[in-house]
């Protein structure tokens, strides 16, 4: 927002740690901090909120927002709850602010080439989608413990990368997946590897596979195949140099971790929200695909404690 | 065998349709050619016969062929059915006779490769193993309707590479399938796109994906990713040549078809059986490699049918 | 230097053309423009002058620069001249100020990985260098008629990359070339098309390859072979995307042009800079290798006029 | 010949060494084996000959063969000395029978599709074309004493593949070189590492670099670059296979040597020979090829040892 996001002006920094606000608001020369968000909401001269907070606040503080008229920008997952998010997309609505949920990977360079490919039509209708998302270390048990789990906080990304592509919404899930990473994930009732079939509306096939553990970096790949051809994503390396001796060819690993991988979607996720404050318009990834994409994760979680596929359709609103 | 296979001697040429037998034999400079395959299992000069008659065929054959004490090659699947492929398997091990089954993928330099890594330990436990295998194009609505179905005739190959890859026994399976290249296929109640799942014992999830059609050509890729990193295969292709101009970086298509894909394997696996019955050991391929993939593509077709996963445990002999 | 060094202040900004001076200025936020660098010179809270005015000024600039104790980032070439270059580099050294030249490929990070494996001793000793250079388009015949030539213009970057990657100086050149992309840029008495071979003190050939217009955008590679293996430089893309159809299998062109392909390396010389002059020590690219490359440059257009090798003796100060 | 080029019968071998020439016969069942060639040359049932013996005996033979009315294919180079070629090449005139020259790597398939890209038009017209060939490992000295040294033995390949991708005739040479791999090679008045760099007639320039080791394997890289694009071949590998883990990414090494890499061109030099010989035809590598490749390397050798560029002009017959 600061370095890379021309038409915004960033204007205060709210944090429950009132340290960490002023800290952070000093580093980027901004000029007013707290520690209680209403204050910013308050500011009539504020247009737009960036919510990073932890994810039980988020419903909440759209809400507020929605209140007080600013449009809003927040990262993922809305809510882990499915009522929680429809109150707050319904007050968003009452309040006619813009919404946009922070999947940020539909911004990178590489994913949406391909989907600017199925688009045109290029590879006529997707048949099969395979998305590879895999991170390269398991987080904090800490963190392992208010993620939601593995499908509400890592597959999220790829449910919405998924419905992005194909551009059709899910009818069925089936997941399975076991603990083969690390026991104490297990112990907390949570799975670190995953492979999630969708079958979509119009007939596709999707199949995720996850990992808290690549040891060799990011994995981030997809393919889209359909009735005229594929298009396919690869990995991104920080150089393209090759080293040949007498034992190998290669190269060096991927960029690692999300931070490398997508930065650029991260800078072009808050320009083209930004814009949508701007100029108006519908934000590229709105409230419903915020819900759809938790609906698919308390879905995959359900499959995978009755281990039988789980269809959409009693999930909607 | 006549051009490639050093120590083996082609003796004879059996077929039903005589003419076809006669014509065979004499392009490739064999004497003998019979139209019942019994004058060649009475001839003691013989050590060895290769089945390649249609499926149908197969379990008799090999019954037969056992019977006179001859060792055996088969062309996949032995059967569509256990108990005749369990009878099959038994008159084998009766007669003590070598039977190699045909699942020559197996031995596919790129395919053994991977098999090689992830049997050294190098990248660790298997965790998650991804095949694609897509044909060109699909077959004719007659092959179709004597193939035993997707599973049993395509994606058999798949479920063999995968247990060859991991190097341990399928649990559960579950399959999701549709119409999306051909509804004649359909009507024969066959489908022609499919995404399996399989869970292992050990733990590792594989998952498959097929189709009948992929216009760039034949797709067969496979990787396994586990603890320790990840050992993948990718696509052949005619000639290594690149050609940029003001549109595109491209190459071109993948080979195709499985003759041109698969011909060293084809050499390599007809090799194997010829050792093994020279030199004596255990064929890489075995009876119970054949049942074990035609017990997957029953399972798939059950729970595709059922939509649930199926587990495997009730297949057994 | 505004959005991307950190340490950086960027005080002021001098062009001749003055409302071209408080145009920049505005647009990046900065206080001061001038018509006369003088004015920017005399001002003593400046620690350090960026130079990016014609050739033909660089010279003059730096010796005035050194003069008033001003830390100097000067762009390539520092003139066209090997007197006057050393004469600024003369002053420079009695000004015992800092003097870095643009030559910003060196900090391209694959450009470096591939010095680092060199310098690592990884491939062994250095014996065949390949460099191929060849830009999109040719420039307009404006700045043809200024630019020196292909040699002091373009090749001259890969004189310093070869340099670089080698680590050593260069013996002896050859060129050849020819005029293949526009007749006009014959007229001029410049040639478009050029391979230059090198060859090294330490007895490594080098071969750069050049041309005014890749109608594919610009093709940037270097290789180093050494008696251990080899390190390579590809091309860099927008997107890591390929498409498959009926066909050919391709991807989008590479990165074009300079400023898409170097933005990484641009901002990292220029860190580079300051930290030099905020912390001391050699900077990274010093006069004596603009010096060198320009007497590269010079020596190639001789051996082109010529037609014979040129030793690189004579050409010292 | 015997298991490959189903068109031709092989009738009888000859070798000095007439042990050699029994056990040969025998290994591929064939009946006659002779020391002198002569008696092969008698035999009227016989139509052609293919000249695999020592350099030195090359022209001889070829004259002999000739004479004697059959068609000749002959391993390159003809000869080393230019003089003798031609009275070779007049001898094959005066008899009209066919004169195959051995330059397999036009039929390697990923150099081929580069010169019918270049052929088509698709990538304009030929302006740089860059060459790499370097050998996995030195010859021995024994062989380097023989061999007529770099250029006339290891180089005289890629003077042929210049001259094919291209379409045109060289005007100008020049050579740089020396002895890094092996001090025994410089003992015998050789060297083992070159750059050499071509001018053709139409005005493109061609480079070549070649090493006697390239401790990765057998590198044989083309590249053609032109007014409308460029069109390239990379190295072949045995595996498509890539592992990933902690430390990089990487493939296996490439075909390692030359009977691996172009096992298919000399199985398509061979038929397309007996194609020549059967139906009629202009043999696709004609003596003319095979007296300019070498015309080519003397002239190599001569701008190396002068250290300046050599006009082809003077070569001519």
Redo the contacts between chains.
Sequence with gaps: LV??VPCAHLAAVADTDLVSAQRCAAEINVARAWADYHALLDDTTIDAVVICSSTDTHARIIEDAAAAGKHIFCEKPIDLDLVRIDRALAAVERAGVVLQVGFNRRFD??F???RD?VSSG????P??V?I?S?DPSPPSIDYVRVSGGLFLDMTIHDFDTARFLVGQEVE?I?A???V??DPAIGLEGDID???V?L?FAG?A???I?N?R????GY?QRVEV?G??????????Y?????????????????LNFFLERYTPSYIAEMRAFVDCVRIGGVPPVGGDDGRAATALGIAAAESLRR???VRLAGLGP
Tied chains: 1, 2, 3, 4.
Excluded: Q, W
């Design positions: 370095h890379n360079p590489s949406k080439k391909v490919v290029e590879i006529g209708v048949e099969i395979r590879t895999r069925e089936y399975v997946g076991g083969m990473v590897t995953a492979v079939t079958r007939g096939l999707c199949v596979d990992s553990r690549a040891v060799y994995d195949f009735s005229g051809g594929s298009a396919s994503a690869d990995n991104c920080p150089t393209s140099a090759v080293v040949s001796d007498a034992h190998s060819v290669r190269r060096d690993l991927p281990d039988r596929p």
